[in-house]
């Protein structure tokens, strides 16, 4: 018999029986859409914690930073050990080129943070750190209007959240006193930099009329500098990344700007000096970043970091622990959607088993006529599987009904503070859903086929 023939055959036994076969295929799917549903809640959870790991630095970049933590305020002498401790891991110019040529290392940018004070008009923004990164680094930041810097520029990229950081000198009010925002133009007038913190601090507590109460002579006011922002991070002021709250600038440029702000030899704030106050003789970075070619290679090159000595950390050490806890909600949530289709199973069987009571007498004729026992197991097989194929085709399309009335109610915008969908299927999902429902149908009709095919012939045909 060919297989047109059975397929024909068992078609038109599902439609002799109308009303029967559609409560089976109803089980079906409700079973499948249960299912799909479910995984597609557990993969958008996956893909929403994913894309938030990613929004706070990319997984392929690892932060760097010397076992002293915050590169400086450490006493040393002659670069040897102090108080009898081990000696710091500073990160120089010499251990960034050190990082650059490790195995699986595209790049490296060193990092240096420093604490100034930048004015524009009446407002002042105290303690507001500049960041001197590579132009690596620069070209992650995500702009919203301007330009990057130029390799040795001095040009500025302001966060997106930086203007709540400037006061009104004159009142000492700022954005969380009147919850106004400061009348500050990054881009349409320059700003005025103090980078000698410590001196324009001295200066300020220094009595009026130019002479200290103690008669001590008065520390001079620090000159300030004229920069101007170049490019300004994207977003506004509700929006957070981890390029909102500072300012940045090309480490080259930086450098270049320190150099006129300090004389040589003269202790940096911020940077590590010897037991006698006075500068290294090198400049010492905040941290570094290094980047890695793929991301089944960043604990691989973050272990050897942390091997010799420094402290390391990245997006994929949150990525681990997340997937985890999302794999956990998929299987969880797969496993009751899959209690459904077990249910609908448990009805195909049920289904095809009363088939063969009502058709025994059939079922003896075509065994009598000399039909082969596959043809009749087939037959069954065919006819059950068919059922699954019907509802997981139809329980796709509620899926995607659910799923859109889900995403459309549901604002992961409020819940994870990123944009996007909260049950998503994918095209392989749904395929895999109408493969599973045939096999699961194809399955719960293998009983009853044995069944058929181990009747026998005489005795069927005399029932009645």
Same mark, same amino acid.
Not at 118 to 133: D, I, N, W
Not at 224 to 237: P, S
Not at 351 to 373: A, F, N, Q
């Given at each position: ?9 068992? +078609? ?13 295929? &109803? ?54 050990? #102090? ?46 750190? &500049? ?35 400037? #006061? ?43 002479? #200290? ?23 506004? +002021? ?142 069954? &097989? ?42 998503? +299927? ?28 181990? &009747? ?9």
């Amino acid at each position: 018999m060919r297989i047109s023939d059975l397929l024909t055959m068992s +078609i038109n036994n599902l439609r002799r029986r109308k009303l029967r076969t559609v409560l089976t295929v &109803l089980g079906v799917i409700i079973g499948t859409a249960s299912i799909v549903v479910m995984v597609s809640l557990g993969i958008g959870l996956n893909e929403m914690t994913m894309e938030q790991i990613t929004s706070y630095g990319s997984l392929t970049t690892i932060d760097v930073r010397s076992n002293t933590g915050y590169g400086g305020a450490v006493a040393v002498e002659g670069g040897g050990s #102090s108080g009898g401790s081990a000696e710091p891991n500073y990160i120089t110019d010499q251990v960034i080129e050190q990082f650059s040529r490790m195995e699986h290392v595209t790049g490296v940018s060193p990092v240096l943070d420093m604490n100034v004070v930048m004015r524009q008009g009446v407002y002042e923004a105290q303690y507001l750190t &500049l960041r001197g990164v590579s132009q690596a680094y620069l070209e992650q930041i995500p702009l919203g209007e301007g330009k990057l810097p130029k390799p040795g520029d001095t040009g500025l990229v302001v966060g997106n959240t930086v203007i709540q950081q400037f #006061s009104n000198a004159k009142t000492g009010k700022g954005y969380w006193d009147t919850m106004e925002l400061p009348d500050v133009d990054f881009m349409g007038q320059p700003l005025f930099v103090i980078f000698d913190m410590d001196a324009y601090f001295q200066s300020q507590s220094g009595a009026s009329g130019g002479s #200290s109460e103690d008669g001590a002579e008065p520390v001079k006011p620090p000159k300030k500098y004229m920069m101007n922002a170049v490019g300004m991070v994207e977003g506004d +002021i509700e929006t957070w990344n981890s390029y909102s709250y500072y300012v940045y600038m090309d480490i080259d440029g930086m450098k270049s700007q320190l150099a006129r702000a300090f004389r040589k030899g003269t202790l940096i704030p911020g940077q590590p000096s010897n037991k006698r106050g006075k500068a290294l003789g090198y400049l010492v970075y905040s941290s570094a970043q290094v980047y890695v070619d793929d991301m089944e290679h960043v604990d691989e090159v973050q272990k050897s970091l942390a091997d010799m000595g420094f402290q390391v950390s990245s997006q994929m050490d949150w990525l681990e622990s997340s997937r985890q806890q999302s794999n956990m909600v998929q299987a969880v949530l797969g496993g009751i959607g899959a209690v459904s289709l077990f249910v609908a199973a448990i009805g195909i069987a049920n289904t095809m088993m009363m088939s063969i009571y009502e058709r025994t007498k059939e079922i003896g004729v075509m065994k009598v006529l000399g039909c082969d026992m596959g043809n009749i197991r087939n037959m069954f &097989l065919i006819e059950s599987g068919f059922i699954g194929f019907m509802g997981g085709i139809v329980g796709i399309g509620l899926s995607f009904a659910v799923s859109f009335l889900v995403n459309h109610f549901v604002s992961m915008a409020q819940i994870y503070g990123v944009e996007g969908n909260l049950s998503r +299927i994918p095209p392989w999902l749904a395929l895999a859903a109408v493969g599973f429902a045939v096999l699961v149908g194809m399955g719960a009709g293998f009983i009853p086929a044995i069944r058929a095919m181990a &009747l026998s012939p005489l005795a069927a045909i005399r029932n009645e």
